[in-house]
């Protein structure tokens, strides 16, 4: 089913794209024919690497897979639209319109260039987006702390550990007082991507760096990563928390695993768990790669939730789709109950479709700041 999904765009493409054009019939088949090979790019990648989240191929390659796979996309959005203004005038004048072949010449090269300037979008190193933001309680103390916010870096053959090597540069330089990491860290196992994710272990902040797991670490053995990450200076919040203080004032941070433990016989997200004995007093600022269960954390009195998973629905349009399928929340801030959700659009991206059309990445820095007293 998987497959056959993505599928469809091509099989539109080549049948009210390709066919109609004024070509030669070998050059319409050849042309159809590579198009059907770059539409069947997760295949390849299951067959070559028993994977579809994991793609091992030279990274020039998934690069230009993005490239044609994403083209084919955007060009079936395009045709879509296209047939639907021509159905349009038809119930007005009982008569399809002809397309000129120019026509279809834009589309084409539109498509390509979009999905070149969206593949090159996804595989920058984020700019970096500075919040400030309000946490009720907050003691004096901690107002002025500098959090920064990783998420779905998915460190893979597209994102390797050059791009990881850059992400920490930037991120050390603002010389934060915590560091999180909220899922989606890899696409692949411990074996394979050993190397290209130790330059995290290069990240430094005052108060360390804290992580919870994604739905993506599921797929990869996830206790193996969950016994790698702390030997390379992360603390794993699995239903856990930490406690930072400063002076007489406290701050509790606390972590879930992901609701993608619940298919594969491990730990479930238990935010009472995490909770427990942490100080009553202390605001709770929640790391959950996924922002769905969102009112749950409010109604246990979270007074911020970090999250991810969304990568913020990638393309402008397709980011309602998107928020649909996570209970209305894709991108930015959201206010839950009395508690605020922050949904990051992501360091990274799942190399299986990396395009960024109008929802730029980000490596996010919150600045804490206390309520105004009354």
Same mark, same amino acid.
């Given at each position: 089913?998987?497959?056959?999904?993505?599928?469809?765009?091509?099989?539109?493409? *080549? &049948?009210?794209?390709?066919?109609?054009?004024?070509?030669?019939? %070998?050059?319409?088949?050849?042309?159809?024919?590579?198009?059907?090979?770059?539409?069947?790019?997760?295949?390849?990648?299951?067959?070559?690497?028993?994977?579809?989240?994991?793609?091992?191929?030279?990274?020039?390659?998934?690069?230009?897979?993005?490239?044609?796979?994403?083209?084919?996309?955007?060009?079936? %959005?395009?045709?879509?639209?296209?047939?639907?203004?021509?159905?349009?005038?038809?119930?007005?004048?009982?008569?399809?319109?002809?397309?000129?072949?120019?026509?279809?010449?834009?589309?084409?090269?539109?498509?390509?260039?979009?999905?070149?300037?969206?593949?090159?979008?996804?595989?920058?190193?984020?700019?970096?987006?500075?919040?400030?933001?309000?946490?009720?309680?907050?003691?004096?103390?901690?107002?002025?702390?500098? %959090?920064?916010?990783?998420?779905?870096?998915?460190?893979?053959?597209?994102? &390797? !550990?050059?791009?990881?090597?850059?992400?920490?540069?930037?991120?050390?330089?603002?010389?934060?007082?915590?560091?999180?990491?909220?899922?989606?860290?890899?696409? !692949?196992?411990?074996?394979?991507?050993?190397?290209?994710?130790?330059?995290?272990?290069?990240?430094? *902040?005052?108060?360390?760096?804290? &992580?919870?797991?994604?739905?993506?670490?599921?797929?990869?053995?996830?206790?193996?990563?969950?016994?790698?990450?702390?030997?390379?200076?992360?603390?794993?919040?699995?239903?856990?928390?930490?406690?930072?203080?400063?002076?007489?004032?406290?701050?509790?941070?606390?972590?879930?695993?992901?609701?993608? *433990?619940?298919? &594969?016989?491990?730990?479930?997200?238990?935010? !009472?768990?995490?909770?427990?004995?942490?100080?009553?007093?202390?605001?709770?600022?929640?790391?959950?790669?996924?922002?769905?269960?969102?009112?749950?954390? *409010?109604?246990?009195?979270?007074?911020?939730?970090?999250?991810?998973?969304?990568?913020?629905?990638?393309?402008?349009?397709?980011?309602?789709?998107?928020?649909?399928?996570?209970?209305?929340?894709?991108?930015?801030?959201?206010?839950?109950?009395?508690?605020?959700?922050?949904?990051?659009?992501?360091? !990274?991206?799942?190399?299986?479709?990396?395009?960024?059309?109008?929802?730029?990445?980000?490596?996010?820095?919150?600045?804490?700041?206390?309520?105004?007293?009354?």
């Amino acid at each position: 089913m998987f497959h056959l999904m993505f599928s469809l765009p091509w099989l539109i493409v *080549a &049948t009210r794209f390709i066919a109609p054009l004024p070509w030669p019939l %070998m050059v319409k088949v050849l042309l159809a024919a590579f198009l059907l090979v770059a539409s069947q790019y997760h295949l390849f990648s299951r067959f070559t690497s028993g994977s579809v989240f994991a793609p091992e191929f030279p990274r020039p390659l998934v690069i230009g897979f993005n490239l044609f796979f994403g083209a084919i996309v955007l060009l079936a %959005m395009m045709q879509v639209a296209l047939d639907l203004v021509s159905l349009l005038i038809f119930a007005v004048k009982w008569s399809f319109p002809a397309v000129p072949p120019e026509v279809r010449y834009t589309m084409g090269i539109a498509a390509v260039l979009l999905a070149s300037f969206g593949i090159s979008q996804a595989i920058r190193v984020p700019p970096l987006k500075q919040i400030e933001v309000v946490i009720p309680g907050l003691a004096p103390e901690f107002d002025g702390y500098r %959090m920064v916010q990783l998420t779905d870096m998915h460190i893979s053959r597209l994102f &390797t !550990g050059s791009w990881a090597a850059a992400v920490v540069e930037k991120t050390n330089a603002l010389d934060a007082d915590l560091i999180v990491i909220t899922g989606d860290l890899i696409d !692949g196992s411990l074996d394979i991507r050993r190397e290209d994710i130790a330059p995290l272990g290069g990240l430094t *902040a005052r108060d360390g760096v804290l &992580t919870v797991p994604g739905n993506h670490e599921y797929f990869f053995d996830i206790d193996r990563w969950l016994g790698h990450f702390p030997e390379i200076n992360m603390r794993i919040l699995a239903n856990d928390h930490a406690v930072i203080e400063r002076g007489e004032g406290q701050l509790v941070v606390a972590g879930v695993t992901d609701l993608s *433990a619940r298919f &594969t016989g491990a730990v479930e997200p238990d935010l !009472g768990k995490a909770l427990s004995g942490a100080p009553a007093k202390a605001p709770v600022i929640l790391l959950d790669h996924q922002p769905r269960l969102a009112h749950r954390a *409010a109604e246990q009195g979270v007074a911020l939730q970090l999250s991810g998973h969304t990568h913020g629905g990638m393309i402008r349009g397709l980011d309602q789709i998107v928020a649909r399928a996570n209970n209305g929340f894709v991108s930015g801030f959201y206010q839950v109950g009395d508690m605020q959700l922050y949904v990051n659009n992501g360091t !990274g991206l799942w190399p299986g479709f990396a395009l960024r059309i109008g929802v730029p990445a980000e490596l996010t820095e919150f600045t804490l700041r206390a309520a105004p007293r009354m």
